[in-house]
């Protein structure tokens, strides 16, 4: 019997055009530096205008990477015993039960919107997927299906996101 969990596809459109936002307002600021006399801006305009230009870019390079390794889609096979990792970006994985080390219950810190939860899977080739309720609508059937393949439950671990992003290189 299979099972999918869906993509969140708020998270997704959402990442998205926030993408598109900061951009369209990274390059209103670059613009006006380079032709200051035509936007009114001028090169003097404060340092409130180069933190604009720094954290820009870190906005837009997360939401890219959260778009390139936050799974939107997983598909459970009880009679394969796999796991099929669907991506935006990426190729789908699958990843058998016994590439599966052991999982642990993850708590998503944030300053705004409370809160989210997920599983991180630790695979045998020190890999991580994490399944969350920030890129899935349901992570709780594949910590389920885990739990129910045997697989051991390594405790809870609050997470990290460069950690994380680091581990998939």
Not at 7 to 30: D, E, H, P, Q, R
Not at 132 to 145: G, M
């Amino acid at each position: 019997m299979t099972k999918e969990i869906a993509a969140k596809s708020f998270a997704v459109f959402g990442n998205i055009l926030a993408i598109a936002v900061f951009t369209i307002v990274l390059l209103y600021f670059l613009y006006g530096i380079l032709h200051p006399h035509i936007s009114g801006m001028s090169k003097n305009s404060g340092p409130m205008l180069y933190l604009f230009l720094v954290l820009l870019p870190v906005g837009i390079c997360s939401y890219i990477l959260q778009l390139i390794y936050f799974p939107t889609g997983v598909i459970m096979d009880d009679e394969l015993k796999q796991l099929t990792v669907k991506y935006l970006f990426k190729p789908q994985t699958v990843i058998n039960i016994k590439e599966i080390a052991s999982y642990k219950e993850i708590t998503i810190r944030r300053s705004r919107g409370g809160n989210r939860y997920g599983v991180l899977i630790y695979l045998t080739n020190n890999k991580q997927v994490l399944f969350s309720d920030l890129s899935l609508d349901d992570y709780f059937p594949a910590e389920q299906f885990l739990y129910d393949s045997g697989i051991e439950n390594a405790g809870d671990e609050s997470f990290s996101f460069m950690l994380y992003y680091f581990n998939q290189w």
